[in-house]
Antibody, heavy 122, light 111 residues
Framework: EVQLLEFGGGLEQPGGSLRLSCVASGLTFASFAMNWVRQAPGKGLEWVSV????????WYADSVKGRFTISRDNSKNTVYLQMNSLGPEDTAVYYC???????????????WGQGTLVTVSS | QSVLTQPPSVSGAPGQRVTISCTGSSSNIGANYDVHWYQQLPGTAPKLVIY???NRPSGVPDRFSGSKSGTSASLAITGLQAEDEADYYCQSYDSSLSGSVFGGGTKLTVL
């Protein structure tokens, strides 16, 4: 069974930085793209970023482009999301989710981690 | 304003059939990109219930089905049960945005 576990959320001031981690188990990690999806309190889902299995291809939503960086360490079965220049609009639960193949922009996400809450506030 | 449009809420009595629509445009669903559906129970992470328009993952009851036509897609749930009460989201790819997009979500209430 594939399991994903996110870490690193917390309270950060506007303009600050946070790094989220997502550790995966139960899969050949390097064979699958990994995504980050966020959900603001009481709101819907918003796709944030995807990284290919090899780490060579990365895509971002316009709302985070230039501020967030996705990366992965396949030796540790871990994907990261470095978040800089945080603003109140980044307050959300951040989920990592496995893609359906090595790289895909139009595939489905399954499974999802339990999420980690990021709160940006002074 | 979400790229994919869903009704904010739907409801039905136990045993009934409900459908949830997901309306897109020529840059996403209408461009023949697949639609996927997720169920989010209160306080939990989303769970995939339909992938690639009309396919059910292992373990999802056959009461759940999906369809797609033109610029729209639908999720149907038959034999409604109390445990189906949740938020449902559609997802596709948008070529104008070069990324995945979600609908705004639909809250299903079982009366």
């Amino acid at each position: 069974e594939v399991q994903l576990l996110e870490f690193g959320g917390g309270l950060e001031q506007p303009g600050g930085s946070l790094r989220l981690s997502c550790v995966a188990s139960g899969l050949t990690f390097a064979s699958f793209a990994m995504n980050w999806v966020r959900q603001a309190p009481g709101k819907g889902l918003e796709w944030v970023s995807v990284i290919s299995g090899s780490g060579g291809r990365k895509w971002y939503a316009d709302s985070v482009k230039g501020r967030f960086t996705i990366s992965r360490d396949n030796s540790k079965n871990t994907v990261y999301l470095q978040m800089n220049s945080l603003g109140p609009e980044d307050t959300a639960v951040y989920y990592c989710a496995k893609g359906m193949r090595e790289f895909s922009l139009d595939g489905w996400f399954d499974p999802w981690g339990q999420g980690t809450l990021v709160t940006v506030s002074s | 304003q979400s790229v994919l449009t869903q009704p904010p809420s739907v409801s039905g009595a136990p045993g009934q059939r409900v459908t949830i629509s997901c309306t897109g445009s020529s840059s996403n669903i209408g461009a023949n990109y697949d639609v996927h559906w997720y169920q989010q129970l209160p306080g939990t992470a989303p769970k995939l219930v339909i992938y690639a328009n009309n396919n059910r993952p292992s373990g999802v009851p056959d009461r759940f089905s999906g369809s797609k036509s033109g610029t729209s897609a639908s999720l149907a749930i038959t034999g409604l049960q109390a445990e189906d009460e949740a938020d449902y989201y559609c997802q596709s790819y948008d070529s104008s945005l070069s990324g995945s997009v979600f609908g705004g979500g639909t809250k299903l209430t079982v009366l």
